[in-house]
């Protein structure tokens, strides 16, 4: 069974920082791209990162670019989101799932919402 565990949510405020974990077990966890997204109240999925198999490569949006930056350790199959200069409209819940088998990425996943394995999630808010 796939199981992604997020951690590390919290309510920072604006410029404050925060390292959100994920944790993932059930599958071969070096074959597959890993994607962070995220849903802001009351709106969409929204494409954060994706970290390549090999966490060499990483593609960022251009919303987080420079702030976020995401890496993995696939000994202890985690992958981790640093969060900098954050912002309120960071405020979100945050995702990391499960995405395409090595080789087989196609860029930015058009339908976000069939990322069907993924965590339960874990809150950032950001506020003063």
């Known amino acids: 069974e796939v199981r992604l565990m997020e951690t590390g949510g919290g309510t920072v405020q604006p410029g404050g920082s925060l390292t959100l974990s994920c944790a993932a077990s059930g599958f071969k966890f070096d074959d597959y791209y890993i994607t962070w997204i995220r849903q802001a109240p009351g709106k969409g999925l929204e494409w954060v990162s994706t970290?390549?198999?090999?966490?060499?490569?990483?593609f960022s949006s251009d919303s987080v670019l420079g702030r976020f930056s995401i890496r993995r350790d696939n000994a202890r199959k985690t992958v981790t989101l640093q969060l900098d200069s954050l912002q309120s409209d960071d405020t979100a819940m945050y995702y990391c799932t499960k995405d395409a088998f090595s080789g087989e990425w196609n860029g930015i996943p058009k339908d976000l919402t069939k990322l069907t394995d993924r965590g339960q999630g874990t809150q950032v808010t950001v506020s003063s």
């Open positions: 970290i390549a198999p090999g966490g060499v490569t990483s």
